[in-house]
């Protein structure tokens, strides 16, 4: 729960430089890509959809990577 709450507040906060760990953090600790997308696009109307498309991004990014790692 904790590192959902910082995914969402770095990404709140356009937090790019922080993001990029914080999620592959809350992937590697259980959280799936599902939730992840689920809490980023919950935020957009909160924090705006700049900020929440700018962390999609870069959740695609290392979903992407990953599948490529074990595919």
């Known amino acids: ?18 993001i990029d760990f914080h999620l592959r953090k809350g992937l590697d600790n259980g959280l799936t890509k599902d939730e992840l997308v689920e809490a980023i696009t919950h935020l957009a109307f909160y924090a705006g959809w700049p900020a929440a498309m700018t962390a999609m991004k870069t959740l695609k990014t290392i ?9």
């Open 1 to 18: 729960m904790a590192r959902i709450t910082t995914i969402t507040a770095l990404a709140a906060l356009y937090r790019t430089d922080q």
């Open 63 to 71: 979903v992407e990577q990953a599948e490529g790692d074990t595919g």
